[in-house]
């Protein structure tokens, strides 16, 4: 018990939800109840969950400035690394069972339909911000650290376009498949916003709405936990 007494809720319910749509799927596989298209449903559901994750480790920072709630900036990169893991189990899943691995034509399939384009260069970029997260590399990267990781503002809004694009349908009208993918672009424009200076130092400059009473100074964690 003492192992799991310094994980907090958050960190708890960071775990299990990143898990969760994992265990879903193997459970609905192991139990047949799973899609009649397994494959496309399973490339859709990582490939939901990644972004949900990668939705959320935007959303630490506007926590942290309008609530002056410290904890989730500890937990940006497990919320990031799971992006990422669930990111890559979608690519795996359209390159190999997919396409078999057939290299020629997943070429083609990508230079055929722009969305895959745009999921491509998405999942690439997310693999320097990836293997970067951990604290050595801040040491090694310096002030191009942060530079780097700032992607995640460009790689949000691509894997969202991705989303979109892939699904049928009409923005315009929410006719079709695109309400989700709306509500994920809607959510990421406003945590964008929130980065624009002049409305970050209003957010920060606001009294004090702290959710957690301080720690003191000697029980505050010297590192970020995953």
């Avoid at 994980?7 to 799927?25: E, K």
């Avoid at 992607?151 to 009208?173: E, N």
């Avoid at 006719?175 to 980065?195: E, H, K, N, Q």
Wanted: include cysteine; aromatic fraction near 12%; proline fraction near 6%.
């Amino acid at each position: 018990m003492k192992h799991f007494s310094r994980y907090t809720p958050l960190q708890i319910a960071i775990h299990i939800y990143a898990w969760s749509a994992l265990v879903r799927i193997i459970v609905e596989l192991l139990t047949g109840s799973f899609s009649v298209n397994p494959i496309q449903e399973l490339e859709q559901r990582t490939g939901r969950h990644a972004i949900t994750l990668l939705v959320l480790s935007l959303l630490c920072t506007p926590l942290n400035t309008i609530f002056k709630w410290s904890e989730p900036i500890k937990r940006r990169r497990a919320l990031g690394l799971y992006a990422f893991m669930y990111a890559t189990i979608h690519v795996i899943i359209f390159v190999d069972l997919d396409y078999g691995l057939a290299w020629s034509l997943i070429f083609q399939t990508v230079l055929q339909k722009p969305y895959i384009v745009v999921g491509a260069t998405t999942f690439l970029l997310l693999i320097p911000l990836a293997f970067t997260s951990f604290d050595i590399w801040k040491k090694r990267l310096g002030k191009n650290w942060k530079r780097l990781h700032k992607l995640v503002y460009w790689i949000a809004p691509l894997a969202v376009l991705h989303y979109a694009w892939s699904k049928k349908g009409d923005i315009f009208s929410l006719s079709g498949d695109v309400v989700r993918p709306l509500i994920y672009g809607l959510v990421i424009a406003v945590f964008l916003i929130l980065r624009i200076p002049a409305i970050r130092r209003m957010f920060a400059s606001l009294p004090n709405r702290s959710l957690i009473p301080p720690f003191k100074k000697d029980s505050q964690p010297k590192a970020d936990a995953p």
